[in-house]
């Protein structure tokens, strides 16, 4: 079982920047995929961010190109989402998933940290 926990999060002004990390414990983080998603009220669970477990190969949502960075430390069993130059529309909840790529079907969520972008 792999338990993951959200951290980093909190209140910050336009163009302003956040470093967010995904703690894991239990299981080998080099075995999942860890991917970011973020939810704003109203709104469905939405796909920020994404790292491979074999390569470390990243991708990223349109809207963050240029200005979000995910990494991982599967030493430390932690990864981080970079923000910079954040926007409004960037306020949302962010949640740590993680998947297995030999098990299908182990997949982790976090409890989520709340980001909020305002003046």
């Known amino acids: 079982q792999v338990q993951l926990v959200e951290s980093g999060g909190g209140l910050v002004q336009p163009g302003g920047s956040l470093r967010l990390s995904c703690a894991a414990s239990?299981?080998?983080?080099?075995?999942?995929?860890v991917y970011w998603y973020r939810q704003a009220p109203g709104r469905e669970r939405e796909l920020v961010a994404s790292?491979?477990?074999?390569?470390?190969?990243?991708n990223y949502a349109d809207s963050v190109k240029g200005r979000f960075a995910i990494s991982r430390d599967n030493a430390k069993k932690t990864v981080h989402l970079q923000m910079n130059s954040l926007k409004p529309e960037d306020t949302a909840v962010y949640y740590c998933?993680?998947?297995?790529?030999?098990?299908?079907?182990?997949?982790?969520w976090g409890q989520g940290t709340q980001v909020t972008v305002s003046s």
């Open positions: 790292i491979r477990s074999s390569d470390g190969d990243t």
């Open positions: 998933h993680a998947v297995n790529r030999y098990i299908i079907g182990e997949k982790y």
């Open positions: 239990g299981g080998t983080l080099s075995m999942y995929h």
